[in-house]
């Protein structure tokens, strides 16, 4: 059932994506990866524009995993410059950008500058109401992890589900509704693992560059059929 103005029923407040294809829609190009990942960015900013004008709360990209440093240098360089680049600009733009920006993921791995330049963005734009959470650096198991950590440093002897959940990078983000994986594989690749757990999966074969506001458009109306249940009945 779709309202009038053709938004779905049911709205999730909180999308997370897996981008993934964009090796692939390169090399059918016959480019190299680097060329994908440059497009794959085109396709993140008209998929962020369309979820923010949807008024969706919580908006969540996977731009790099901790696996991913195991890429050819000259591939995670290219995919960490793209970040720098969109950085700049928002940066430039922080009168007129309508995101909390929070990056998900270990930032001790990155040198000072770029840093710096994360917990900078993240300050300024601090008081948005609307989130997009972009994780780098990030893996799920390690996020746990890290979390429980907090938690011991802390001094907690007795750790409730709640606790858990604040400790996570993602603590100020609405409860995650739907994950989105593009490139056809159908598994979850160490993103959002506790998040995840009611979270509506949808994996379609379109390729991350191919991704845009139609595609979000059917992922959005599948997840307004789902009857979540979360465990009862
Ligand atoms: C997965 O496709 C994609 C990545 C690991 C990188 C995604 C990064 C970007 C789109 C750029 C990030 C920048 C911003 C500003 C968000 P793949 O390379 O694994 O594709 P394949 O499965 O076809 O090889």
Redesign the pocket.
């Known amino acids: 059932m779709q309202k009038a103005d053709n938004s779905p029923a049911v709205m999730p407040r909180h999308v997370a994506f897996i981008?993934?294809?964009?090796?692939?829609?390169a090399?059918k190009r016959g480019m190299p990866?680097e060329y994908?990942?440059r497009f794959?960015?085109k396709?993140?900013r008209a998929v962020l524009d369309h979820c923010g004008s949807l008024g969706i709360e919580a908006v969540t990209?996977?731009?790099?995993?901790t696996e991913?440093w195991k890429r050819p240098r000259r591939e995670v360089d290219a995919?960490l410059g793209?970040?720098d680049n969109?950085l700049a600009e928002c940066e430039k733009k922080i009168d007129e950008y309508a995101f909390r920006l929070v990056f998900l993921g270990d930032k001790s791995a990155f040198d000072d500058k770029r840093r710096a330049r994360m917990e900078a963005l993240e300050r300024n734009t601090a008081h948005h109401k609307r989130i997009l959470n972009?994780a780098l650096n990030y893996g799920g198991r390690d996020e746990i992890v890290n979390a429980c950590n907090r938690l011991i440093a802390m001094g907690k002897e007795h750790v409730t589900a709640q606790d858990l959940t604040q400790a996570l990078y993602t603590a100020d983000s609405p409860e995650l509704d739907l994950i989105v994986r593009t490139?056809g594989d159908l598994r979850i690749s160490n993103f959002l693992l506790w998040q995840a757990a009611y979270a509506e999966l949808y994996f379609t074969d379109v390729?991350?560059p191919d991704f845009g506001p139609a595609e979000v458009n059917a992922a959005l109306a599948e997840f307004s059929t789902r009857k979540r249940r979360f465990g009862g009945v």
């Not at 981008?19 to 829609?25: C, E, F, L, P, S």
């Not at 990209?61 to 995993?65: K, L, P, R």
Request: aromatic content about 24%; glycine content about 18%.
């Open positions: 981008m993934d294809g964009n090796g692939r829609w090399k990866r994908g990942h794959g960015v396709a993140f990209f996977y731009a790099f995993s991913n995919i793209l970040m969109y972009i490139g390729l991350w």
